[in-house]
């Protein structure tokens, strides 16, 4: 009874989750009857807590048993799928826009420099910074528009959650469903990733003229973009299902760790841009930093891979 009203459940919505009539609920609580073991075992899915913990009459019932796990209804967990569905694909775009918003400001640059546009050093840097924060922005207001629609169900990420039977089946089962496409796209998008540094080489080949190199840089950009968006669009859906089945990446032990790694990459970014400008006064020039980003970027994946599996292991 403790635990049912900690819920804000009435007796007929326990009963209907555990295909029982009030009255055996009723009976239960006022010890008339006991319930079957399957019953047993039942209700300490739905309540988050072990047999023992039912079953023992001096165990009392305390507030931090009852919450520790937080139930998830169907109706909340059909939500949130909807909703990782609905925002994945604005998610990539948004991110594989971030990739694309340079590419303006690399090819006016070099068709000045090469003669290519007849137009100054000046405008074409101002133009083409002006696309860049264009694209920028416009992603960004797509990254707080997707993070608006899925406040609500923040706390599942957070939170050590629990799935009524049926629910964790329905999941499981779309997850099922949706492997094979989850599986082709991102085994296209890793090709993808691989070809994409195809169009540098062939330039490198045909040799070292600054507009044809620029170009090679831009196509590979787009590829890899391409590759982002498609990751992205399937992952977000694929890590809402898992989300719910607290698997994978998104376990109790990964979610605790979750807050020193995001504090993590905001200090490590924010270092790594200050080195930067700092770089960029003592030489002073852009020529010598051209692979800054690159080892920055590739450092940063390798050290959240090992946060990552510290957490698992924990």
């Not at 860049?132 to 169900?153: D, E, H, N, Q, S």
């Not at 629910?167 to 099922?176: F, I, K, L, P, T």
């Not at 905001?266 to 960029?280: E, K």
Request: proline share 2%.
């Amino acid at each position: 009874m403790e635990l049912r009203k900690k819920q804000g459940w009435s007796q007929e919505e326990l009963a209907e989750r555990l295909g029982v009539s009030r009255q055996a609920v009723s009976k239960w609580e006022s010890g008339q009857t006991l319930p079957d073991m399957d019953k047993v075992l039942l209700l300490s899915e739905v309540f988050g807590v072990s047999t023992d913990y039912l079953l023992k009459e001096d165990v009392m019932v305390t507030g931090d048993s009852a919450s520790a796990v937080r139930l998830v209804t169907g109706e909340e967990a059909e939500a949130f799928l909807q909703v990782k569905r609905q925002t994945a694909g604005c998610i990539g775009l948004a991110a594989s826009a971030c990739i694309l918003s340079p590419v303006c400001l690399l090819l006016l640059a070099a068709g000045q420099s090469s003669g290519t546009f007849a137009i100054s050093g000046g405008m074409a840097a101002g133009i083409g910074l002006a696309v860049l924060l264009v694209i920028v922005a416009a992603a960004v207001y797509c990254f707080i528009t997707c993070g608006m629609k899925t406040r609500p169900f923040h706390s599942l990420d957070e939170e050590d959650i629990r799935l009524d039977r049926s629910v964790a089946d329905m999941v499981r089962q779309r997850r099922e469903e949706f492997a094979p496409a989850y599986g082709r796209q991102n085994a296209a998008s890793a090709c993808l990733c691989v070809v994409a540094a195809i169009p540098l080489l062939v330039a490198a080949l045909q040799g070292d003229g600054e507009m044809l190199i620029v170009s090679a840089l831009c196509v590979t950009l787009l590829l890899v973009a391409i590759a982002v968006y498609g990751f992205i669009r399937v992952g977000v859906v694929w890590h809402s299902m898992q989300t719910l089945l607290q698997e994978g990446e998104h376990t109790s032990g990964v979610k605790k760790n979750r807050r020193a790694i995001a504090v993590f990459s905001t200090a490590y970014w924010l270092v790594a841009t200050a080195g930067f400008l700092i770089l960029v006064e003592v030489d002073g020039g852009w020529q010598s930093t051209r692979l800054y980003w690159p080892v920055a970027g590739i450092l940063f994946g390798a050290v959240m891979v090992v946060m990552a599996e510290v957490a698992r292991r924990k």
